[in-house]
Structure formats: structure tokens, C-alpha cells
């Protein structure tokens, strides 16, 4: 990739006016300092290419972050606007345009999003974890854990004993806070089929996706701020250890899924940032952009890319797709269906599928 002009970015831009700022603004975050390592060379299996370009557009929605199928093959999408939306027909491998209908206006932002039985469970920003029944009510199954609210529900996913392992990103409201901050607020939580809520790990830096481990006895945890991959033990001689399995990612982490086969997918909204990287080894600095308005910080959706890697599972890297172009950009899932990827955005207005070789 070639390397963009510093003095140009959005974010160097924003970084001038939060320095003019007064002095007598609070700011909404609390930095920290760290020197990231250079990121890693797009060669071999993270060669650039262009295969994601050509991917159909399925449906079309305000930020599809994440998508999931009911058993009629329908597919199911969060909106923007606070909507779950399905299209009207099953899909299939030649479902392009899909005419949608809306399904329930969930209480906060949907984001990840899979079916237990015939209740969708969603986790939705600002909400926590709710389920919509197949008539549309909706239900706020976890609001609060370990004694503080669940800001920021990202993803999930259902064990086999019905447990739900769901992620809490951070405690800010905004994702770009907690990319500054490095607080690493994020969590991975469980909820019981008893209706117990409990916290499984803590201290991870935005805590996004999370998928199950070939092994049946462990989780992966993607960590957005701290561009890696935690492997997590829920069963076995090891549960409740943790380790780093992928680290040193070229983007930030977004959704995880198991292939199917031990390799996982892995979603990359947008490439590592040159100037947050730079940021990260002065608090001040970063300081001065959390006085800045919400508004000004929400434009900073990072450069237009297209990137899904698939990882093995010790967490390397052994295959990548890629849009430079930028037509398929911020890819925040990707879901494997057939022979097939559904490619979610949390940025775009498409669902695409993609067929990898």
C-alpha cells in the first residue's frame, strides 16, 4: 500500500483544531502511552490484490455491520437507524438487489447479529444484548454487568450449551474515543440460560468480534485498538487462560468467523493509520482531540479499503482479499454461507458476497 501524505489526513487535521482548542475544555478521554510495532509487510499472503472488487451487491441498508441467516435462507441486517431488516426472499448464490422488510426497531444501534433457535439476538450500542421474536417484540435480555452498563455490545455468539458469549467494545460511546484512549475497557461477557450475566475477561483494548476455536474449548477475541487476536478457554484443562494468537495485525480487527474447516475470517474495516499510530507515543497530543465535538471525531472512519484475511488457527495470516480501489470498503464481517462470504459495512450501504477461489 502506499503510504499516504501525513500532513493531509483527516485526523492530522483534527489533531490542529484540538490543539487550538482552550485550555479550560475537558477532554472525554484519558490517554495512554504506546509505541505500536511498524506494521507488518503486505507480502505473501497479505499480498495486495484487487478479488474483492467485483463482489454482488446483495442488498443494499444504512451500515449492514453484520448479517445473519434465518432457516428459510433469508438474510437479516442492522441499519443505522436502529432497524433489523430481512430480505423478503431466501438467498441464494445469484441474490442480487434483494427487495428488504423491515422486521423491529431494536433500542440502540444493531451490530453483531446471530439466531438462536428462531430469536434473533442482536447486540445493539447503547442497549446491550436483545432478542427480537419472530413476531418483532423485542426483549433486553443484558443491560448491565459486573456492576457497570454495557455500553457498547458488539458481537456474539451461541455455545453449544446455550451459553451467549458476547463482547462490551469499551465504556466510551464512540469507537474512535476508545481507538485514542487505549484504555482497554473492552470485555468478552457470558450470558446464562439461567439469565446470569457474567464477566469472562476484561482489559481488552475495543473488544470486537468473537467466534468459537476449532478446539471446542475456545474462543477468538478480536482487539480493534490493540490491532490482535485473543484466544480465550471457556472449557478444559485451560479454561479461563487467554493468550494473543494474532498480533500485529495490518488493520483493525473487526468480525471473526469459523471457516468451518480450523481457518477463521477475518474482517479489516480500514488498513492501521499512520498518524494514530504516531499519536499513540504522546497522551497530550491525544488528549487535546478528545475536547474536540463528538461530531468532529465521528467523521474519522479511516482510509477506503477492502481487506478480509483468513487466519489459521495459531493465528496466522494464510490468505487475503483485498479492494484497493476502495469500491468495497470498511468490511466489518465477513459471513460464510455456501461457497460464499457475505461481506458486512458498518461504513457502507451494501451487503456483497463474495466467492473466494
Request: with cysteine; charged share 25%; net charge negative.
Given at each position: ?58 442488498l443494499t441498508c444504512d451500515g449492514p455491520e453484520d448479517v445473519a441467516f434465518d432457516a428459510d435462507g433469508r438474510l437479516y ?21 434483494a427487495d428488504l422488510e423491515r422486521v423491529a426497531t431494536v433500542d440502540g444501534r444493531p451490530l453483531g447479529l446471530t439466531f ?9 450500542s447503547d442497549a446491550g444484548l436483545q432478542s427480537v421474536a419472530p413476531d418483532g417484540e423485542v426483549t433486553t435480555l443484558v ?215
Open positions: 500500500m502506499r503510504p499516504r501524505v501525513v500532513r493531509d489526513h483527516p485526523l492530522a487535521a483534527a489533531l490542529a483544531v484540538g490543539i487550538a482548542v482552550v485550555a479550560a475544555v475537558d477532554s472525554r478521554i484519558d490517554p495512554v502511552a504506546w509505541k505500536p510495532p511498524g506494521p507488518p509487510a503486505m507480502t505473501g499472503p497479505m499480498a495486495p490484490d484487487d478479488d474483492l472488487a467485483d463482489a454482488d451487491p446483495v441486517a442492522g441499519t443505522a437507524d436502529d432497524e433489523i431488516v430481512r430480505t423478503i426472499e431466501p438467498v441464494d448464490a445469484a441474490t442480487t438487489d438462536d433457535g428462531e430469536r434473533l439476538l442482536v447486540c445493539a443491560s448491565h454487568a459486573g456492576g457497570r452498563p454495557v455500553t457498547f455490545a458488539d458481537d456474539l455468539h451461541v455455545a453449544d450449551d446455550g451459553i451467549v458469549y458476547f463482547t462490551d467494545a469499551t465504556v466510551h460511546d464512540r469507537f474512535q474515543e476508545e481507538l485514542l484512549e487505549l484504555g482497554d475497557t473492552g470485555r468478552l461477557l457470558a450470558y446464562h440460560p439461567d439469565g446470569a450475566t457474567t464477566v469472562e475477561l476484561e482489559e481488552l483494548g475495543f473488544a470486537n468480534g468473537v467466534c468459537p476455536h476449532a478446539d471446542g474449548e475456545s474462543l477468538l477475541v478480536t482487539e480493534t485498538a490493540r490491532y490482535r487476536v485473543t484466544r480465550y478457554w471457556v472449557d478444559g484443562d485451560r479454561e479461563g487462560e487467554s493468550r494473543h494468537v494474532a498480533t500485529n495485525l495490518p488493520g483493525y480487527p473487526d468480525n471473526v468467523e469459523a471457516a468451518g474447516d480450523g481457518t477463521y475470517w477475518l474482517a479489516v474495516p480500514t488498513p492501521r493509520d499512520e498518524t494514530l499510530d504516531r499519536l499513540h507515543a504522546s497522551p497530550w497530543l491525544k488528549r487535546q482531540l478528545g475536547k474536540l465535538p463528538a461530531a468532529v471525531l465521528e467523521r474519522l472512519e479511516g482510509e477506503r479499503y477492502g481487506l478480509v484475511l483468513r487466519l489459521d488457527g495459531d493465528g496466522t495470516v494464510v490468505e487475503s482479499h483485498h479492494d484497493p480501489g476502495g469500491d468495497v470498503f470498511g468490511v466489518t464481517s465477513a459471513t460464510p454461507r455456501g461457497d460464499a462470504l457475505y461481506l458486512g459495512s458498518l461504513f457502507g450501504r451494501r451487503v456483497r458476497r463474495y466467492e473466494p477461489t
